[in-house]
Structures are given as C-alpha cells and as structure tokens.
C-alpha cells in the first residue's frame, strides 16, 4: 500500500472520528448542562483531532519532496476547522437568574432563586391578585379582590373584616365588630315595605342586593333576620306583618344566590322597640330589618363574634 493511500485511509477514519465526537457533543449538550461539557464536545479536544486529520490528509496527498510542508499545512487547517465544528456543540442559551426560562424569552429577570416560574419566567401567582405565590400571605383570595402588597384583601376600617365582606365599612377604629364587620345588629334602615304590606319596594331591593354580594362573598356566615315594627295596631297583628316582611328579605336575598339554609327569618313585631313609639321619629326608628350573624349553634352571634343568646 503507497503512502497516498495509507494517508487517506487515515485521514478518513479520523473525518469520520472526529464527526461522530461533534455530533455526539451537539447531542448531549442540552441534557448534560448542569454537569458541564463532554470531553469530546471541547474544542480543544476536536482541534486536536483535526490536526491529526489535516496532517494525515496533508502528508498523504503530498509529493516525497513536500510531506512535511503538507503535513503541517493539513494540520494548521484541520485543527482550524476541527475547534471551530465543535465551539458549535453548545447551544445553550443564557439564563441569568437559572430558572429555566432563557434571558431572550423570560420576562420577569432576575427571579430569586429557587421560585417557580411560568413559561414566561414570572413567578407564579395562583390566585391572580398581582401578587405572586412565594410573597402572597393570603393564598385563595376570590377573583376580583383587591389587595394590599401582602397579597391580603384591604381592610380599610382595620376592624378585621375585609372590605368585599364588610357589611358596615369605616367602622371607628377600636370598634369590636360581628362577622358582618359591624359593631352591633345590622340595621337595614332603608328596607322598607309598601303600606301595611310585606312587598318590598324597589328602593328596598336595591339596599338588598348589596347585602346579597357581601353574604355570598363570606359564605361561612349564617345569618337571622328580624323583623320589628311599631306600636300602631294590634301586637298579634304586628307580629305577623313582621314576620311577613322577614320572610320576604330572606326570599329576596335567596333569589339572588344566598343559600336558604344560611338563612333564618323570624319576626317579632312591637316587642323590642329601640325608641320610643310616642313620637313619629321613633315609630320609624321601630319599623326596621335587622341582620344577625349566627354562632355554629344557631344563636345569635354579639358583637365580640361571640354566642350572645336571643336576647338581642
């Protein structure tokens, strides 16, 4: 065998070598990147065996009186083309921050380290209230919600109740309050029926349907409503107009969503006046719908959010 061929035999086994290196590096290069490159992915490594291959093809191909400019001149080139094959191997992008979301894609730089991100590489906010997950300290908030920077929804009496469950907002600070948020029994002042009758007039069904949003947003809250009247007529009349008109919030309050089994209603007439009956403004101070919370035991919540009794 001449040395043209031996010298091309080489070189061919090497061309063939030093592809499967470079391809194999391109492939392993994605899955090995957080143990660092291959061996045969350097290039270092790939120019090294590029110089052997220009050598050889070099030596090979040149006459008796040029194998060694030849060899050299085939070296230079193939180790040239051998580190620049394999310096491709690495496709990986940059990831400043490591969260798995390359710098070209990842709108949010700069995570901290170990927060879960989504495709765009912002940290996850479960409950979309703009504040993410690994800061939000009131997880679960209802759509729509706003909160504060804690990710907690805004109390802005600071009574302990959230605003969209406040039934009774800008409560005086210091003010112990129900689980309606209000100090006492809510008054429905603006509840009022037609003459001597337990049909709610349209005014009245507005004011409701505020109260229905807030009981539907606070579902674990069960409620009693009173009905109270004044003194004009008879007491067994009276007691059973006002149980009449209770009965008709609660019908009204269960049309628009609030469950009537988180619903009592009970009426009692002329029996407990909060002014007096002897003059026109108490008499209308008297004719008024209260809304209860209640304990787990059916009774009357006080405004501690403790069991107060039925006395109230």
């Given at each position: 065998?001449?040395?043209?061929?031996?010298?091309?035999?080489?070189?061919?086994?090497?061309?063939?070598?030093?592809?499967?290196?470079?391809?194999?590096?391109?492939?392993?290069?994605?899955?090995?990147?957080?143990?660092?490159?291959?061996?045969?992915?350097?290039?270092?490594?790939?120019?090294?065996?590029?110089?052997?291959?220009?050598?050889?093809?070099?030596?090979?191909?040149?006459?008796?009186?040029?194998?060694?400019?030849?060899?050299?001149?085939?070296?230079?080139?193939?180790?040239?083309?051998?580190?620049?094959?394999?310096?491709?191997?690495?496709?990986?992008?940059?990831?400043?921050?490591?969260?798995?979301?390359?710098?070209?894609?990842?709108?949010?730089?700069?995570?901290?380290?170990?927060?879960?991100?989504?495709?765009?590489g912002c940290?996850?906010?479960?409950?979309?209230?703009?504040?993410?997950?690994?800061?939000?300290?009131?997880?679960?908030?209802?759509?729509?919600?706003?909160?504060?920077?804690?990710?907690?929804?805004?109390?802005?009496?600071?009574?302990?109740?959230?605003?969209?469950?406040?039934?009774?907002?800008?409560?005086?600070?210091?003010?112990?309050?129900?689980?309606?948020?209000?100090?006492?029994?809510?008054?429905?002042?603006?509840?009022?029926?037609?003459?001597?009758?337990?049909?709610?007039?349209?005014?009245?069904?507005?004011?409701?349907?505020?109260?229905?949003?807030?009981?539907?947003?606070?579902?674990?809250?069960?409620?009693?409503?009173?009905?109270?009247t004044d003194?004009?007529?008879?007491?067994?009349?009276?007691?059973?107009?006002?149980?009449?008109?209770?009965?008709?919030?609660?019908?009204?309050?269960?049309?628009?969503?609030?469950?009537?089994?988180?619903?009592?209603?009970?009426?009692?007439?002329?029996?407990?006046?909060?002014?007096?009956?002897?003059?026109?403004?108490?008499?209308?101070?008297?004719?008024?719908?209260?809304?209860?919370?209640?304990?787990?035991?059916?009774?009357?919540?006080?405004?501690?959010?403790q069991n107060?009794?039925?006395?109230?």
């Amino acid at each position: 065998m001449n040395k043209s061929t031996t010298g091309l035999l080489l070189g061919s086994a090497l061309v063939m070598g030093l592809a499967g290196c470079a391809s194999s590096g391109s492939q392993s290069s994605g899955s090995q990147a957080s143990s660092g490159d291959s061996w045969y992915s350097s290039p270092f490594v790939c120019g090294l065996a590029g110089g052997l291959i220009g050598g050889g093809l070099g030596y090979g191909v040149s006459s008796n009186d040029d194998e060694e400019t030849g060899a050299a001149i085939g070296a230079t080139a193939g180790a040239t083309a051998g580190a620049l094959l394999c310096s491709g191997g690495d496709s990986r992008e940059l990831d400043s921050d490591n969260d798995g979301v390359p710098d070209s894609r990842d709108e949010c730089p700069n995570t901290p380290a170990g927060v879960a991100v989504d495709a765009k590489g912002c940290p996850i906010d479960t409950d979309g209230d703009g504040v993410p997950d690994y800061l939000d300290q009131c997880p679960g908030t209802p759509a729509g919600v706003e909160v504060d920077s804690r990710g907690c929804p805004l109390d802005s009496d600071g009574d302990g109740v959230p605003d969209y469950q406040d039934q009774c907002p800008n409560t005086p600070a210091g003010t112990q309050v129900n689980a309606l948020g209000c100090p006492a029994a809510l008054v429905l002042r603006d509840v009022n029926f037609e003459f001597d009758s337990a049909k709610l007039t349209s005014n009245a069904e507005q004011t409701l349907n505020d109260v229905a949003e807030k009981l539907n947003s606070n579902e674990q809250v069960r409620v009693r409503l009173e009905g109270h009247t004044d003194s004009v007529g008879s007491a067994s009349y009276n007691k059973d107009l006002s149980q009449r008109r209770a009965n008709s919030v609660r019908d009204y309050l269960a049309s628009q969503g609030v469950s009537s089994d988180r619903m009592e209603a009970l009426g009692f007439g002329e029996e407990r006046p909060v002014a007096s009956n002897d003059t026109a403004e108490g008499r209308a101070e008297n004719r008024r719908t209260e809304v209860h919370p209640l304990g787990d035991d059916g009774q009357v919540m006080d405004r501690t959010g403790q069991n107060g009794g039925n006395n109230q």
